[in-house]
């Protein structure tokens, strides 16, 4: 009898302390992540509409989609996380110094531990709809590509990785806070403020509620 006692307390404990903590969620990314101040990043606006989860802000100032393979394990894998919201590669864009077959290979690798790891994934872009203009043929492995087809590139694998890992895609997450630069929702010419950032959020929400479902 005791010794059923002692199990009873051991199981019910267990179930106290894995039912009493929150479910999270990870926020990984660039700059596009980590900006807009204190309590003004996209996260924080979303942990305030969504307190029943506890929201993780991975975003590191600079990232490319190599660096956050790098560091995957640190910033994601660590934290044993139930879903992710990953925004990278505008870094990418604007150096162009790889190739868009080789940002694809390292961004799937991302996506793919991630979802080994039991997660549910939303994959957030700063680049929309592109397509490739008609009867252009396009060699992925120059580095120096034009904006428009390195863009195009970009969110033409995004799109193929959600699809391959059943991920929820947001294209041009920042298309409610444009043109860029306008003062009362840019900080600067490349990042949002908390007040985009609350622009931000409700775009992203849609798709992260599906995944919660």
């Known amino acids: 009898m ?9 199981v019910f404990g267990t179930f106290c302390c894995c039912h009493g ?3 999270k969620i990870i926020c990984f990314g660039d700059s596009l992540t980590a900006c807009g101040g204190k309590n003004g990043r996209y996260s924080d606006i979303l942990q305030q509409s969504m307190p029943e ?8 100032n600079g990232d490319t989609i190599g660096g956050a393979l790098a560091r995957l394990d640190d910033a994601v894998l660590k934290h044993k996380a ?6 990278i590669g505008a870094n990418d864009y604007w150096r162009r110094q790889r190739s868009l077959s080789d940002l694809k290979k390292d961004f799937e690798e991302i996506i793919s531990r991630c979802h080994r790891a039991g997660m549910k994934i939303v994959i957030i872009s ?29 969110a ?16 041009d997450m920042q298309c409610g806070i444009l043109p860029k630069g306008r003062k009362d929702l840019w900080s600067d010419s490349n990042h949002p403020n908390s007040a985009g950032n609350r ?3 409700n775009t992203i929400l849609p ?3 599906k995944i919660l479902k």
């Open 199 to 201: 622009i931000v959020a």
């Open 53 to 60: 989860y506890h929201f993780i802000n991975s975003g590191k």
């Open 156 to 171: 033409m694998f995004e799109r193929e990785i959600a699809a391959k890992y059943q991920a929820e895609y947001v294209p």
């Open 126 to 154: 700063c680049f929309g709809n592109e397509k490739l203009p008609d009867n252009t043929i396009i060699d992925f492995n120059k580095s120096a590509l034009p904006f428009e087809y390195y863009a195009a590139g970009i």
């Open 21 to 23: 903590e929150k479910v």
């Open 207 to 209: 798709s992260l509620k």
């Open 82 to 87: 139930t879903y992710l919201i990953i925004g």
């Open 2 to 10: 005791f010794r059923k006692i002692i199990q009873f307390f051991a």
